[in-house]
Structure formats: C-alpha cells, structure tokens
C-alpha cells in the first residue's frame, strides 16, 4: 500500500516514530432485521424519558445513535427516502403519483439478490392491500406498497403483510423486515406524554421477545423515528440492538437515513439504491470490529524522504489479514493526528 501525502508545514525530524493505524470494520450480516420506525418525536422528548421506559432500556443495552437526523418533513417521503434512497417525487402525504413505482429499493434488491423481505403493518385490512386510510393503518408509512406489482423492481402482495403475520417463531421471520405500528401506537396520534407510553408499550408488547431471541441468534432490531415534529431540527432517536452491536452511546454526527439504507445494504451486498450511494456506511457500532493494529518498522513501513519537507511516500507491506475498510491515521511525538 502507497499513501502519497502532500503538506506545507509538515517539515519534522519526529517521522521516524511514525506509526500507522489501521482499524478495520466489518459490516455483519445478521441472520434476520427488524426495522420499527416510530413517528413525529424527536431525540430529546423520547431518550431519557420516564414515559418510555423499555425505548430507554434498548439505548442502553444497544447502540444508541445520539446524533441521527430525518431528512424532510413530513412523514412519507421520509419512509420513501429510507427504502429507496430518493423521494421519487413525492413530497406529501398523498398516494404518490405514477405508483407502482420501477426504481430500485430495498425490498426489491434483497429478492432479486436471493434474500427475503417483508413488511408488517399494524391494522392493514388485507396482505396486499393498496388501500389508502383504513382505520388506524395509513399507507404512507408503508413505502413498499408503492412499489406493489410484478414489474421491474417491484414488489410482491405476499410482501405486504398484516402485523398478524408476524411470526412467533421468528426462525421463520425474513431476512429484513419492517414493523409499522397504527397511528396511535407509533405516536403519531394523541398527545405527550400518552402517545410515547402507547408506543413504548406497543415495542415492548410486539418486540422485547424477539430481542431475547435476536441476542441468541445472530439477529436484529432497529428502532428509529422518521422524523420530529418540527422539534428539534429533525433529530431523532435511533437504536441498533443484537449480539453483533457494541453497546454504546455513539456521538458521530450527521447520520441519517440514506446512511441507514447503505448499511442495511452493505449487509447484504446489495447494489445502492439513489442517494445512498453517496450516503456513510454505520461501521462503528459493530462489536465484530478487529480493533487497532499499529504497524511499525520492524512490520516494513518506511517513509521517504525522512524528514520530510514537501512531499512524502509512506509505504508498508500489508500481512493483516481483515475484510472491510481500512483507517490509516499518521501520529506525530506528541500524540497529534
């Protein structure tokens, strides 16, 4: 490997002490995914909360995203953002125009890659059903039903599920799923603090025993709000939990639902839907991560010319052996980056 580096001011006797770091991340790729999205709260009026007590408890025994963002208001062209990685045009509530959509999207890429998806929603009438409203079950929280139909990435009716399919052996649950409360249990409805201790309730009623399960059985849950409720600059709650999440409270900044749809993707090798090509993978969280290697001379790393003045070559033979991206970090004597 060959890192050419270009500086002004780096003009240093201290080179020689070099040491080069690399930290690798591998994205696992869990057995099953569960992905709840809750509705219209932000970071702060959720996490530390008394009225959300098992949201709470999923932060702490998981990677709790404490700087995770919506990207629009309001709700549905979020939920078609993080399926699709674009909004298709839609920047309402209504039944888009020009469904069944053809774009790529999640749904699509894992069937057509050999994986299995499916999506929950609490209170549809019927599995495939296209309706619009139908008592507490509201479509746009739904994005896959716009891309219902057998064209070209489209999406089967057998995918589009009632919350009552959601299997008890959760052996037989897909390889990533979505759970959609009504629009009371997500919070969307009502007032605070009601609607987060109904939507609490409804995590912990539907969820906490299929996390039991995940933490056994390579698997995992996703917890996250599509946005806020114009509260606080579209920050929102967002947890990972399972055997392969270091648990933690991570405070990088900027994530957001394209970043999401990348990982997801990258879990599954799948080709990136519209922005999330361009979107950061979530690498850090991972508790299969190989930690930091230095490598210093005796591993053949070597800089010229040394000091350097203007322009420097860093090389070193590479006998790590590691998948995922590489981190090369290079230290002067006094700890500085």
Known sequence: MILNTTTKQLSFTIVFLLSVVIRTFG????DHV????MENHA???VIGSTA???INHLSTIGAN???YYGLTHPSQPNYIMLFSGDNQG???NNVPVGTPFSTPNLGASLLNSGFTFAGYSED?????SLVDVSGLYARKHSPWVHWQGT?????PASCNLTLDNFPTDYNLLPDVSFVIPNLNNAMHDGTDPGRIELGDRFIYDYLSPYVTWAMNNNSLLIVLFDEDDYFSANHVPCIFVGPMVQPGQYFQTGYHHYDMLKTIEDMYGLPYAGNSAGAKTIEEIWSNSTGITAINSETKSSVYPNPVSDLSQITFENKLCFNGNAKLQVYDILGNI
């Open 124 to 128: 549809l009438p019927a599995i495939g």
């Open 34 to 37: 569960v992905i709840c999205v």
């Open 52 to 54: 959300a007590p098992y």
């Open 151 to 155: 064209g070209t990435n489209q999406i």
């Open 65 to 67: 995203m404490v700087e």
């Open 90 to 92: 839609e920047t309402t």
């Open 43 to 45: 970071y702060q009026q």
């Open 27 to 30: 994205i696992p790729r869990p």
